[in-house]
């Protein structure tokens, strides 16, 4: 396809970002309230690392107080527990997010359970995950991924998505499932794909709407693409390439991007499609967090 649109991810976040901080100063102004984030990082795994550190320098950009909680990689079930408990009673923090995923000795159900659904910004509560599931979209806290996602594909094909098939490939509960709901939401047609679906390049195929969350690099080819769909590649990978010789890490999504860029209507590049949008989410969720505590 000749016209294919990148879908600018980091420029759609800073004009999110820009409103939110707006949005911030008016609560600061009239409220006096300052939206509170607290970021509880477990251990020190790299790649968690680096992702709590663009949400903390994001929500200071938007006027917010952010706190990081930096928890040593051997802490107990209790210790994270009472963290969690000394935040859910803090007026001042508005919203809570546990970085996923946690050391394997903690139950990592048992502590995204425990944060309050009213500070859950990151919509792991089941409290949250049943009201988007039941459609009741504006009362809930959505996962942040999903909803950057979303906001993308409505920018492409507007609110309403009837008679569009969509297809998501990979059903985990922080992006497959809630894209599902919000996918259905909007009337599209939903398919969900996973480790044991029968001829999945052919189902995707069937896909104006193409969503991939599996962690595997550039599994998606260009061949399994309807052409003119949407493609949003939800994977962040770190893979080597030989570069003249030379071997380099490098970024890249679920979906390899050279062959699919010929063949899709629009799409969403790694780095700079998905990942950004997470981070802008994580902000409005808890700049809403922080007006209802407001009102
Ligand atoms: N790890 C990878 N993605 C996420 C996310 O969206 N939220 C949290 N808390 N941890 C993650």
Redesign the pocket.
């Known amino acids: 396809m000749a016209n294919t649109t990148i879908i600018d991810g980091k420029a759609k976040a800073a004009e999110l970002s820009e409103s939110i901080t707006a949005a911030t100063t008016a609560l600061v102004e009239k409220r006096g309230v300052k939206p509170g984030l607290s970021v509880v990082i477990v251990g020190e795994d790299p790649a968690s690392q680096v ?1 709590v550190r663009n949400k903390k320098r994001t929500a200071e950009a938007c006027g917010f107080n952010s706190v990081q909680h930096t928890l040593a990689a051997d802490s107990s079930q209790e210790q994270v527990l009472a963290l969690i408990q000394q935040l859910n009673a803090d007026p001042t923090v508005h919203g809570i ?4 995923p946690l050391p394997a000795q903690l139950n990592e159900q048992e502590i995204t359970q425990s944060i309050l659904p009213d500070k859950d910004v ?1 919509g792991f509560h089941f409290q949250n995950i049943g009201m988007l599931t039941a459609g009741h979209i504006d009362g809930a806290f959505v ?3 999903p909803a950057g996602c979303m906001l993308m594909i409505e920018d492409q094909l507007g609110k309403d998505l009837s008679g569009l098939n969509a297809v998501i490939i990979g059903r985990s509960n ?1 992006v497959g499932k809630p894209m599902a709901s919000l996918l259905l939401k909007a009337n599209a047609t939903v398919t969900i794909c996973h480790s044991r679906t029968k001829d999945l390049p052919s189902v995707a195929r069937n896909a104006d709407i193409l969503v991939a969350a599996v962690g595997r690099p550039q599994m998606v080819k260009g061949d399994w693409i309807k052409p003119g769909a949407i493609v949003i590649d939800v994977g962040i990978n770190r893979i080597q390439v030989d570069v003249d010789g030379e071997i380099k890490n490098r970024l890249v999504g679920d979906v390899d991007f050279e062959e699919a860029v010929k063949v899709a209507g629009a799409i969403t590049p790694v780095p700079g499609g998905v990942g950004p949008m ?1 981070i802008a989410l994580l902000m409005l969720n808890t700049l809403r967090s922080a007006e209802r505590s407001a009102s």
Do not use: A, G, R
């Open positions: 992702y997010l546990v970085q996923l990151d996962p942040c991924t922080i997470t």
